[in-house]
Every structure is written in C-alpha cells, then in structure tokens.
C-alpha cells in the first residue's frame, strides 16, 4: 500500500480460557484453516499438562505462559551485507515479532518431538520450556550466544 499502513485486527480471546494470547497461538498452530481442529488440539494439551504437573499450584495456562516466556528472545541476528563482507548484525526483537518467534519456535520443536499425538508433542515441549530446558529453549540461548559473539558489529545496525 502506497499511502498508509494496513490496519491492526484485533484478534478475539479463544472460548474457554478467554485470552487473546491463545487464540493468536491456535492461529499460528493452524493448518488449511482447520482451526477447531487447532482448538481441541490446545485445549486436549492443557488437559495433559493439567495431568502431569497436578502437584504444581499453577494452571495449565500459567504454564504455557511461562513457558513461552522462557523462549522468547530479546535479540537476534540479521545478515547485512557491508563492503563485499556480510556480517551478522544483532538487532532487537520487536514486541509482536518476539511474540510470532516464539510461538514459531515452540510449534516447529513440537512438530519434530517424536510421539502419538500433536497434543502429546506440545504438552512436552511445553513442560520442557517450562523448566528451561528443550530443542526451543536451546535455539533461544544459541540466538543470544550469536547475537553475543557478533557484538562488535552492531555499529551496522540497520
């Protein structure tokens, strides 16, 4: 668009939990726009977490939240091309960016989990980010080691 930015659409909080966060997270788990098929997906994963952390005073939702805030990197790495060099720039993550990296991250490691179902995948991946620990969690740490390592370019920033 020439003239001005596309507006904003809001994004309505999902049925059960009533948070927008959840329904942003099924959107982006959604495949061919099976989004009920995305829903009960989410919902049976709570149900598997709820199970498996039942000693744990916090909800399922609580969990997931935590979770996605333990993968969420505040910086990353962007090539930039400089005098016939290319180097890796570390910039800043803007706020919906970290948001869709996250979620991006957190459903590609679950994917690749070997195990029954999708709900089983991402209760795993869930739980293991939750205690810091998982494919997800290992790609946030090596962004920020490489965003650390390349510190000295960030002069070049964009």
């Known amino acids: 668009m020439r003239?001005?930015?596309?507006?904003?659409?809001?994004?309505?909080?999902?049925?059960?939990?009533n948070d927008s966060r959840v329904t942003r997270f099924v959107n982006d788990m959604?495949?061919?726009?099976?989004?009920?098929?995305?829903?009960?997906?989410?919902?049976?994963?709570?149900?598997?977490?709820?199970?498996?952390?039942?000693?744990?005073e916090e909800?399922?939702?609580e969990i997931w939240r935590k979770a996605l805030d333990n993968i969420t990197p505040s910086v990353e790495v962007k090539s930039r091309r400089i005098g016939?060099?290319?180097?890796?720039?570390?910039?800043e993550i803007r706020a919906d960016r970290k948001i869709s990296v996250s979620h991006k991250w957190m459903l590609l490691y679950a994917r690749k989990r070997s195990g029954r179902s999708m709900a089983e995948?991402?209760?795993?991946?869930?739980?293991?980010?939750y205690n810091n620990e998982g494919a997800a969690f290992k790609k946030k740490e090596d962004t920020h080691r490489m965003a650390e390592a390349n510190k000295a370019f960030s002069h070049f920033r964009f």
Do not use: N
């Open 3 to 17: 003239k001005s930015r596309p507006k904003k659409r809001t994004i309505l909080p999902d049925p059960k939990f």
């Open 30 to 56: 959604m495949w061919d726009g099976k989004k009920s098929t995305s829903f009960k997906i989410f919902y049976e994963c709570m149900d598997i977490i709820e199970k498996k952390m039942k000693d744990s």
């Open 59 to 61: 909800a399922p939702l």
């Open 84 to 91: 016939g060099a290319t180097f890796q720039v570390p910039t």
């Open 121 to 129: 995948k991402l209760a795993a991946e869930i739980l293991a980010a």
